[in-house]
């Protein structure tokens, strides 16, 4: 499923790594031919593999199905116009509470910062809580093919909530790992926040604190942190903390 349009997801967001790049071969190898192609009696080869759920983390052999790039460019604008994986959703309106972005790669403390600054009444959004709670699951180790789009869904209401006038937390904290500029622009533009905090931890410390804790999965989350860093850039406006 690829992205479109100028507020472009990662392909850590969307889920797309090495594993991905093995599971993409293997699809194609067992099916060359594109399955809508196929269906309407044309042969065409491949390239392409997309996820029928529209969820990028499940790569279950039944959610993949290979396509052409034209069939694939068509079957995700009609995704995108049904809106699956709102990981910005265009309806969003600035918050009408003080509201502060939290951003940072995986394990860089996120979370412990919006802990340590946020008042007793005030919202921390925060997609793992969300996803640990409706999973009942850990709160890494939470199963994305099954909760991702759910905990998105949750999340998004409550960023929904936040930009009502009849809000009455005294401020909210929202964790997204955001590593682009031009992405945390567009926060910026359509929450208005206060503030957006950038947790520049080292990826060395990040990893760091991986190994420390045994509920963290290991090999996705140092990917993730990898990945962090190499599409991270300054903002201007952004605080950094190091
Ligand atoms: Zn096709």
Redesign the pocket.
Known sequence: MAIVGKHKLTTTERGYGWTWQKVRRVVLAREPL?R??KEAGKM?VADEVDHIDGNSFNNERENLRP??P??HLKRTARDQAFGKHQWRPEWLRPSTIPLVIVCGAPASGKSTYAKEHAGPRDLVIDLDVIACSLSGQSLHGWDRAKWLTPAIRARNEMLGDISRPTARWPRAWLIVSEARADNRQWWADTMKPERIVVMETKPAECMARVRADTTRPRESTFEAIGKWWSAYERREGDEVVR
Do not use: A, D, E, K
Request: proline letters at 12%.
């Open positions: 594109c809508f192609c065409t396509l052409c034209p069939c």
